[in-house]
C-alpha cells in the first residue's frame, strides 16, 4: 500500500500548490514564543522512522529542558510548506530535509549559519559537510545518512550458481543469467523525478561522469549500459513507473533476483521471515574502481526566528547530533552515523551495514558541485533516464537534450 | 452537483419594474457570495497573473522581491518543446475522457430509465468510482496496469493476447491514463443523464409508441432532443473537469514514461517544484484559466441561444 501513501502525499503538494501564493498574508512572527519551547519540522512520515525520530527527539528534549513542538509532513510537502513558511515569516525553529533542498532553503536566506552555536563539522565525512555548505558557509548538518547498495535474494543467486557482482560486467551476466521463470534479474527505479535520478548517479559518477556536462562520454556510456540492462529483458520494462518502494515490493514479492536500494528498505525485508537477502556496494564500471553513489539523508538547519528559540533550537541540534543519539538515530533507521569515527564504530556493530558504511566514504554530495541549480539538472537527467529507456532516442542524444535542457 | 433543471421557460413575471430598495435589497443579498469569490477566487487568480510576469525564484518567498520580467516567462514557456506535447496531451485527454465517459454514461442511463430488478442497486454500485478519492482510484489503476504482475494483461494473456505495456512504453501511456479518467467521470454523467431523462414526460414515450416509433427512433426524436440542455451542462461541467486534472495523472504516471502523459496542469506543477521556476509555472497555468474560461463563455453562449429558443 505504499504506492497509495505515496499519492496521498503528491496530492497534499499539489493542494499545497494552490496554498504557495506569493502574498500570503503574514502570519504572527514566529519569536513571539518563549525560548522554552521550539517547533521543529521533519518529513518522517512512515510509521517506524516517525516513531524512531520521535524518540530521538524526545531524548534532546529531557537533555536540554527545550520543549519541542513537533510537525511532520509527506516528503513532497517538505519544500512547499517551507516556502511557504518563508514568505509568511512562520518557519520553524528547527528543520530537518532532504539535503539537496538545504541549497534552496539556503539561498532564500532564510537559516542561520550553525556556527553561531558552536556546532563544528570536525569529524564528519566530507561530502556529508558539502552538502551543508552553501556560499562558504555550514547551514545544515546530517545525525546519519544513506545511499544506495545492491541488495540480493542469496537463495535465488545460489540456485543459479551466481557470486554477487562486483563490477559492471559481472552484473549484466548475473541479471541475464537470473532472469527466467518471469523473474527480472535486477530492478531499479527510474521514475521521471529526482528519484529516478538519484538512482541512476551511482552509474553515472562511478563511470567518471560530472553533472556539470551530461552528455560527457562517461555519461553515455552509463545511461547505455543501465538502458542495455532493460533492453535485454534483464531489467523490467515498467522500471521506468517504479519508485524506490514498489521496487523494494518486487523484491520481497521475489520478482526480481536483485535490486539496487537504500539501506532505509532492509528494516521491511528483515520481517520477511523466508527472505535471505544479502548487501554489496553498487557495480563499478571496472574491478577495483570505488563506488561512487550519492549521499542521501536529512540535514537539520536552524531557520532565522528570533534570538532566543534560534539558540534553544541549536541547543537541540547539537543534542540530536551527539555520538550517543547519532548511533541510536542510525541504528534505529539503518542509517550511517556522519561521523567517520561513529560510522566505524557502527559498522562493526552492524555487518549488514557494512557496504553502505563502505560506500559513505566515497560519496559524493548531490548539490556540492552546481549548488541550486542542481534541481533542474536533475529533473533534466531523469528525463533523459526515461527517454532512453523507453526507446524514444539513443542514449546520446537523449543526454545531449538533457544537457540543452540544464544549460539554459 | 444536483442542480438539474431541464428547460428552464422565461419567467412569467418579467415584465414588472424592479423597484429600487428592491435592487439595493438584491445586491446585500449578493454581497456575501461576491465577498467570497473575490477573496477566494479574484486575489489568487490575480496573485497568479502578477507571479506570471515576475522572474519568481525560491528566494523570492523569503524576500518578497521578484522583479518584474514582462511577458519573458510565457515567451520561455511557448518556446519550450514541451510546451506543444503538453498540449496535445491535453487535448487528447480532454477529448478521449469526454466522449467515453458521455457515451458510456448515456447509454448506461438510457438502460436503467428503463425499470427492471435491481436497477436500483446496480446504480448505486456504479456511483463507487465516484466516491473514491482520485489517489486511491489512481494507484489502484497504477496497480492493474502493471505490465509483468497486472491483472489487466493477466486477463489479455488468458484470452490469448499479448501483454500490453500499459504504463511503461510512451504509446500506451497516455491511453492508459484517459482509461482510468473515464472509469472515474463515467458515474457522474450517468446521474445527472439519469436525472435529466427522469424529467421528461413518459406520456411523451407512450404517444411515441402509439404512433408506432421504434427504440431507436424514440431515442433519436424524443430523449435526445429534449435531453439536451442537461447535455450541455453535463459536457461543460466535465469539461472543465477533465481539463484540470491533475491528480489522476500524477499518481498514475507522474507525468512519464518520457513525458509521453505530461498535460498542462503536471508539466505546470513540475515547473515550479521541479524546476523551481514559479513564474513559468503560474504562465502555464494562466494559460489553463484562459483555455478554460474561454468554453465557459462559449458554453454560456450556446445556453443563452437554447433558453432563447424555448421562449420562442
Known amino acids: 500500500m505504499s504506492s497509495v501513501r505515496r499519492a496521498l502525499m503528491l496530492t497534499a503538494g499539489a493542494l499545497l500548490l494552490a496554498a504557495c501564493s506569493p502574498s500570503a498574508p503574514a502570519g504572527s512572527p514566529a519569536g513571539a514564543q518563549p525560548a522554552g519551547s521550539i517547533t521543529e519540522l521533519d518529513y518522517y512520515a512512515d510509521e517506524q522512522g516517525s516513531a524512531a525520530w520521535q524518540k530521538i527527539l524526545d531524548t534532546c528534549a529531557a537533555q536540554t529542558g527545550v520543549k519541542i513542538e513537533r510537525q511532520k509532513v509527506p516528503t513532497s510537502q517538505m519544500l512547499p510548506k517551507v516556502l511557504q513558511g518563508a514568505s509568511s515569516k512562520t518557519l520553524p525553529d528547527l528543520l530537518f530535509t532532504d539535503n539537496p533542498t538545504l541549497q534552496q532553503v539556503a539561498a532564500t536566506g532564510a537559516l542561520t549559519p550553525l556556527s553561531d552555536y558552536g556546532i563544528t563539522t570536525d569529524g564528519y565525512y566530507e561530502s556529508i559537510v558539502k552538502a551543508g555548505t552553501y556560499q562558504g558557509k555550514v547551514y545544515g548538518v546530517a545525525p546519519g545518512v544513506n545511499g544506495l547498495a545492491l541488495i540480493y535474494n542469496k537463495d535465488l543467486l545460489a540456485a543459479a550458481g551466481v557470486q554477487p557482482p562486483k563490477t559492471w560486467d559481472e552484473l549484466k551476466a548475473a541479471a541475464a543469467k537470473l532472469t527466467k521463470d518471469g523473474k527480472y534479474g535486477l530492478a531499479f527505479s527510474a521514475i521521471p523525478s529526482e528519484e529516478g535520478t538519484w538512482q541512476f548517479l551511482p552509474f553515472f559518477w562511478s563511470n567518471g561522469a560530472e553533472l556539470s556536462q551530461v552528455d560527457s562520454e562517461p555519461a553515455v556510456k552509463a545511461l547505455q549500459y543501465v538502458t542495455d540492462l532493460v533492453n535485454s529483458g534483464s531489467a523490467s520494462k515498467s522500471v521506468v513507473t517504479w519508485n524506490q518502494n514498489d521496487v523494494a515490493d518486487q523484491f520481497v514479492a521475489g520478482n526480481a533476483a536483485m535490486m539496487v536500494n537504500g539501506s532505509w528498505n532492509l528494516a521491511r525485508l528483515d520481517e520477511q521471515q523466508a527472505l535471505h537477502y544479502g548487501v554489496v556496494p553498487i557495480p563499478v564500471p571496472e574491478a577495483g574502481a570505488k563506488p561512487v553513489v550519492a549521499l542521501g539523508g536529512e540535514v537539520g538547519a536552524v531557520p532565522v526566528t528570533s534570538g532566543p528559540t534560534q539558540q534553544a533550537a541549536g541547543k537541540v541540534l547539537s543534542c540530536v547530533l551527539s555520538e550517543p543519539t547519532m548511533l541510536e538515530w542510525s541504528k534505529a533507521h539503518a542509517y550511517i552515523p556522519s561521523k567517520t569515527a561513529t560510522a566505524a564504530k557502527f559498522g562493526a556493530e552492524q555487518p549488514a551495514m557494512q557496504a553502505f558504511v563502505d560506500e559513505v566514504g566515497t560519496a559524493r554530495s548531490r548539490t556540492a558541485e552546481l549548488g541550486e541549480k542542481y534541481p533542474k539538472v536533475s529533473q533534466a537527467l531523469a528525463d533523459a533516464l526515461q527517454v532512453a529507456l523507453t526507446g524514444k532516442l539513443p542514449a546520446d542524444q537523449a543526454l545531449k537534450a538533457a544537457q540543452q535542457a540544464s544549460g539554459s | ?312
Open chain 2, 1 to 312: 452537483m444536483t442542480l438539474v433543471a431541464p428547460a428552464v421557460t422565461a419567467s412569467p413575471r418579467a415584465g414588472r419594474k424592479p423597484r429600487r430598495e428592491n435592487r439595493f435589497a438584491a445586491w446585500l443579498f449578493l454581497l456575501p457570495a461576491l465577498a467570497y469569490v473575490v477573496v477566494f477566487f479574484g486575489y489568487p487568480l490575480a496573485a497568479n497573473v502578477v507571479m506570471s510576469t515576475q522572474d519568481y525564484t525560491v528566494k523570492s518567498f523569503y524576500t518578497g522581491e521578484a522583479p518584474f520580467v514582462g511577458l519573458a516567462n510565457y515567451a520561455a514557456v511557448f518556446g519550450n518543446p514541451l510546451f506543444s506535447t503538453a498540449v496535445l496531451n491535453t487535448v487528447l485527454f480532454t477529448a478521449g475522457s469526454l466522449v467515453f465517459q458521455f457515451g458510456i454514461g448515456l447509454a448506461l442511463a438510457v438502460f436503467f430509465s428503463g425499470r427492471f430488478l435491481g436497477s436500483a442497486l446496480l446504480r448505486s454500485l456504479l456511483l463507487l468510482p465516484w466516491l473514491l478519492p482520485l489517489v486511491v482510484s489512481g494507484a489502484i489503476w497504477r496497480w492493474m496496469f502493471d505490465q509483468d504482475h497486472g491483472v489487466l494483461n493477466a486477463a489479455l494473456r488468458l484470452v490469448g493476447f499479448d501483454a500490453v505495456p500499459w504504463l511503461s512504453s510512451t504509446g500506451w501511456a497516455l491511453p492508459a491514463v484517459i482509461l482510468t479518467n473515464i472509469w472515474i467521470g463515467i458515474p457522474f454523467n450517468l446521474v445527472i443523464l439519469h436525472g435529466g431523462l427522469r424529467a421528461i414526460p413518459a406520456s411523451l414515450y407512450e404517444a411515441a409508441a402509439l404512433d408506432g416509433a421504434g427504440a431507436w427512433q424514440r431515442f433519436r426524436h424524443l430523449t435526445w432532443p429534449l435531453l439536451r440542455p442537461v447535455t450541455g451542462i453535463v459536457l461543460m461541467l466535465g469539461l472543465v473537469y477533465t481539463i484540470k486534472v491533475f491528480d489522476v495523472i500524477m499518481v498514475v504516471t507522474g507525468g512519464g514514461p518520457a513525458n509521453a502523459t505530461q498535460t498542462l496542469t503536471t508539466w505546470s506543477y513540475r515547473l515550479s517544484f521541479g524546476d523551481f521556476a514559479f513564474g513559468q509555472g503560474a504562465a502555464v497555468g494562466n494559460v489553463l484559466i484562459l483555455v478554460a474560461t474561454l468554453f465557459g463563455l462559449l458554453y454560456l453562449r450556446s445556453a443563452k441561444a437554447t433558453l432563447a429558443e424555448a421562449a420562442a
